[in-house]
């Protein structure tokens, strides 16, 4: 039987949920996002307006689902607790943009803990700091404005994030293009479409450098 939900100081937590291998999560680092999205029927696809603070971002890792009051991240300092190396936070602040949810204190907290990096749908700050550090943190924006430390929140439960719901131990890939959401369960299922993916894009490749040989020779 599934262990009940706890609460802390405000904050539901639920950790009976298991994350996916290790080695499995390496398999999905050598895929593109937009490639990903493609082998999944390009579902499962964040809405495009949660993006890379920096560019060159990049992540891949383990759903740990947060769920915030908009401009409060109580429950966002209470998940650092519960980071498990190769977790990425998976934030809904509800798209809120008069409050940042995390900094650059943050930001290394969670490298500190292990975690591969964060989706937020709300805003954050200090991204040139973020940035220098190279951690991955994906936002709907910037502002300097800081939080609220209030809660209520739950750490470990569903999120809708994006228009995607996430599951606790859900993949994420994250890089330029944006996010998207892989179920376990689809997880094989993924690497073989997506490998078949790139198997013909590299033929296409192939057919355009043919024909640019073939022009410039003519």
Known sequence: MKEPAMTQDNVRVDTAWERVDGHVLD?????????????????????GGIAPIWN?????????????????????????????????????????DGRAIIG?????????YGAAGAIIDGYVRDAAIIEELGIPIFARGL????????????????????????????IIAADGDGVIVIPPHRAD???????????REAALDAEVEALRSKTAAS
């Open 27 to 47: 398999q999905f680092r050598t895929h593109s996002v937009a490639n990903l999205g493609d082998a999944l029927d390009r579902l499962n696809i964040v809405d």
């Open 104 to 112: 650059d204190n943050l930001a290394q907290r969670f490298a500190a």
């Open 143 to 170: 502002t300097p404005a800081g939080p609220f430390k209030n809660g209520p929140g739950t750490i470990g439960e569903s999120v809708a994030i994006g228009g995607v719901v996430v599951n606790p131990g859900d």
């Open 56 to 96: 060159g971002a990049k992540a891949v890792g383990t759903a740990l689902p947060v769920l915030t009051v908009a401009g409060d991240n109580k429950a966002v300092i209470a998940a650092l607790e519960h980071i498990r190396p190769g977790d990425i936070l998976v934030i809904n602040a509800f798209g809120y």
């Open 189 to 199: 299922e993924a690497l073989k479409s997506v490998s078949e993916i790139v198997a």
